[in-house]
């Protein structure tokens, strides 16, 4: 759990500081509904070391599915389910970072053996994907572990496959 935890604070944050380079302010969400279109993924690749490796998933109910491959506290695919205000909270997090005006890629070519982050997200009509390997703003980086605070480290249950 604490690699999955300090994997989730570095992602978020390289979101947040992404978010914080741009200059253009999105609106904020004043709304108390979800999307109905509204999916989140973070995917965390690997490296020739001991960097986690997971995906995590998020649908508009709140249904979240967490896959953990290799060098993370969870092994295996699980599941929770946020409330209504956590999920909400994740879709203003959103909005409020700006994520939509996020840079789609943050890495330089030909640096090897290094780690990406990649957050995808549809809501209100609108798809954005952010990747980030390398030369990452420290603000986005601040963003991907906030936005996994957010979601939160606990309460998963193992699915039975």
């Known amino acids: 759990m ?3 935890s300090i994997a989730a604070v570095l992602l978020l944050t390289l979101l947040i500081t992404l978010a914080a380079c741009q200059t253009n ?13 509204f999916s989140l993924t973070i995917q965390r690749t690997g490296c020739r070391g001991r960097c986690p490796i997971y995906q995590l998933s ?3 109910t709140g249904q979240v599915v967490y ?11 699980y ?10 909270a994740v879709v203003k997090y959103l909005d409020e970072k700006q994520f939509w005006a ?12 290094v780690p990406a982050v990649t957050v995808a997200s549809t809501s209100g009509g609108r798809t954005h994907q952010v990747r980030a390997r ?3 703003p420290e ?11 957010l979601i939160g480290p606990a309460g998963y249950t193992k699915r039975e496959e």
Do not use: H, W
């Open 2 to 4: 604490k690699q999955f």
């Open 25 to 37: 302010r999105m609106t904020q969400r004043t709304s108390t509904e979800i999307p109905a279109d």
């Open 58 to 60: 998020i649908d508009y």
């Open 67 to 77: 896959t953990g491959e290799r060098f993370t506290d969870l092994t295996g695919t």
């Open 79 to 88: 599941e929770k389910k946020l409330e209504t205000a956590q999920l909400l």
């Open 102 to 113: 996020m840079d789609s890629v943050y890495d330089q070519p030909g640096v090897m053996d």
């Open 134 to 136: 390398f030369n990452v």
């Open 139 to 149: 603000e986005v980086v601040t963003f991907y572990e906030q936005l996994e605070v």
